[in-house]
């Protein structure tokens, strides 16, 4: 098992910055693909930012190219991520994901989220 916790959600205004964090803890992965995703009211879950064991491998939602920056520190086994020049469409709670098998491509255990909320 793995537990994920988000924290570093919170109000801000648009064009500001949050810095959400995503701590692993459990048994111990070794290749793994941990992402963010997001889902806003009435909306369906999204994709965000993903990003590899090593950190050597990133990917990003077309919404986060240029504004998101996923990083990750294993030694921590916390997975980050930098959102500035916030929008208000950027409102949603986030999660947090690990892939403990990249081969399937499916996200195996979730976190239980954080709200950001951008104001205008």
């Known amino acids: 098992q793995v537990q994920l916790v988000e924290s570093g959600g919170g109000p801000v205004q648009a064009g500001g910055s949050l810095r959400l964090s995503c701590a692993a803890s459990?048994?111990?992965?070794?290749?793994?693909?941990m992402g963010w995703f997001r889902q806003a009211p009435g909306k369906e879950r999204e994709f965000v930012a993903a990003?590899?064991?090593?950190?050597?491998?990133?990917s990003y939602a077309d919404s986060a190219k240029g504004r998101f920056t996923v990083s990750i520190d294993n030694v921590k086994n916390t997975m980050y991520l930098q959102m500035n020049s916030l929008k208000p469409e950027d409102t949603a709670i986030y999660y947090c994901?690990?892939?403990?098998?990249?081969?399937?491509?499916?996200?195996?255990?979730w976190g239980q989220g954080t709200q950001v909320t951008v104001s205008s």
């Open positions: 994901a690990v892939d403990v098998n990249p081969s399937t491509a499916i996200y195996d255990y």
């Open positions: 459990g048994r111990t992965l070794s290749r793994y693909v």
């Open positions: 990003i590899n064991w090593s950190g050597s491998v990133t």
